[in-house]
């Protein structure tokens, strides 16, 4: 017998003895797993109990489920990575993955504490909010003095790989986690970007990320620009000392900055409306699936600056709460709106805290503009388009701010 033919024998008889261990294996697993599965459906645990009443109170079967975990447990071979946390977050990140709904997300404990740090504007990483849109992680808005934002990042750029792992293989809050880290140290992403031919890289180092709510300047005598970086716990006290501020120096215009807001808390966009409206108007209406439910917001009808000229600057990175104060703007005649089509989030998000410290962040409902518009994945469209191109960047201009200053100057 050749070599050749001796090895395919001793091949095949090793074949078959090991898919008949196999098979045997199969025969005995099926009655050890039947036993398991026999104890677990006689015998739930306390919790299991709760959590199959209100199942079957609403129609629905959890069984697999609870088979499903109590055979990991018992039989997985890495026991020591059978953790009951992870597997019951995992299961709820689940649940609402099942959505593909980007703004619906739960949140582990760690993820809440982080999330609750960026609005309030203290976290360590590269400074950019982030989004899933067509099963792609996407550049919402880098923030202002970022390090996201001196890396040349854009809005609307496709973060294709976060240190050679592909991102669309990750959860969102997986590829936050992967971006963010100690100052210092660096991340290098694979960037998408429309107009680009090839995926390049952007290596950025991270830095501590302090965002201020809102910062102003006189641009001339009298024309001042007023930048809202996001809308968070601390814009409306900080935007109304800014406005104070400008009335007392008599100011004969304000440009308003949005650019590269990606949003934040509704009720600051109600806020900074009413420092430009005279009376109490509608500026925004949530519709939830509940009608009963839905929800008009008026300005207060206690307008610092009624009849002041204002611009509103926005840009792909607007988005959310940016996108209300705009089309309000917008329907309402008070002003005009520069720049360049905004990013088109027309959803609300809240937040539910759980007693273990984790949330549930889930989007409930849609906002509708003044003139019943809902611009979710559409964008509003300015008044008045201005690009700023990244050659203006690089070169430190702004044709945006300038074509709004002399929109000003032209009206006094």
């Not at 830095?207 to 716990?233: K, P, Y």
């Not at 519709?287 to 009963?292: F, S």
């Not at 996108?323 to 703007?329: C, D, F, G, K, S």
């Not at 509003?380 to 074509?403: G, K, N, S, W």
Request: proline share 4%.
């Amino acid at each position: 017998m050749k070599r050749s033919t001796r090895i395919i024998s001793y091949f095949a008889i090793f074949t078959a003895v090991f898919l008949f261990g196999w098979a045997a294996a199969v025969v005995t697993n099926q009655v050890a797993e039947s036993e398991i599965i026999s104890d677990i459906i006689s015998n739930p645990d306390p919790v299991q109990k709760e959590f199959n009443a209100r199942a079957e109170a609403e129609g629905v079967e959890l069984d697999t489920f609870w088979l499903v975990k109590e055979i990991l447990e018992k039989k997985y071979v890495e026991d020591d990575e059978i953790d009951g946390d992870s597997v019951v977050y995992g299961a709820t990140k689940g649940l609402t993955e099942t959505l593909e709904d980007p703004y619906t997300v739960f949140m582990t404990p760690d993820e809440t504490q982080e999330f609750n740090d960026n609005l309030n504007g203290d976290l360590e990483g590269i400074g950019a909010e982030l989004t899933v849109r067509d099963q792609v992680l996407m550049v919402v808005s880098p923030l202002k003095n970022s390090p996201a934002k001196e890396a040349g990042l854009l809005p609307d750029d496709i973060i294709y790989k976060i240190d050679d792992e592909v991102a669309a293989e990750m959860s969102l809050f997986d590829a936050i986690h992967a971006i963010r880290g100690e100052k210092g140290t660096e991340v290098v992403l694979t960037i998408i970007r429309e107009g680009v031919e090839q995926p390049f890289d952007l290596t950025i180092e991270r830095d501590q990320v302090e965002v201020a709510s809102v910062e102003h300047e006189e641009l001339q005598d009298g024309i001042w620009l007023v930048t809202v970086n996001q809308f968070s716990d601390d814009t409306k006290m900080e935007f109304d000392q800014v406005i104070n501020e400008i009335k007392l120096a008599e100011g004969r215009g304000i440009v308003l900055d949005l650019r590269y807001n990606g949003g934040g808390y509704l009720a600051g966009s109600v806020d900074i409306m009413s420092a430009f409206i005279r009376d109490a108007k509608e500026i925004v209406t949530i519709k939830y699936r509940d009608p009963q439910l839905n929800q008009t917001y008026f300005t207060d009808g206690k307008a610092q600056l009624p009849d002041i000229p204002l611009v509103v600057l926005v840009n792909r990175g607007s988005a959310s709460a940016s996108e209300i104060v705009a089309a309000a703007v917008q329907d309402l005649e008070r002003g005009l709106v520069i720049g360049e089509k905004t990013f088109g989030k027309g959803s609300v998000q809240e937040v539910n805290p759980l007693p273990d410290g984790s949330s549930l962040r889930l989007t409930v409902a849609k906002w509708y503009s003044p003139d019943g518009s809902n611009i979710d994945h559409v964008g509003l469209e300015p008044d008045r388009t201005v690009e700023l191109t990244e050659e203006d960047y690089q070169a430190a201009r702004d044709p945006q701010v300038d074509a709004a200053v002399e929109y000003l100057n032209s009206i006094q």
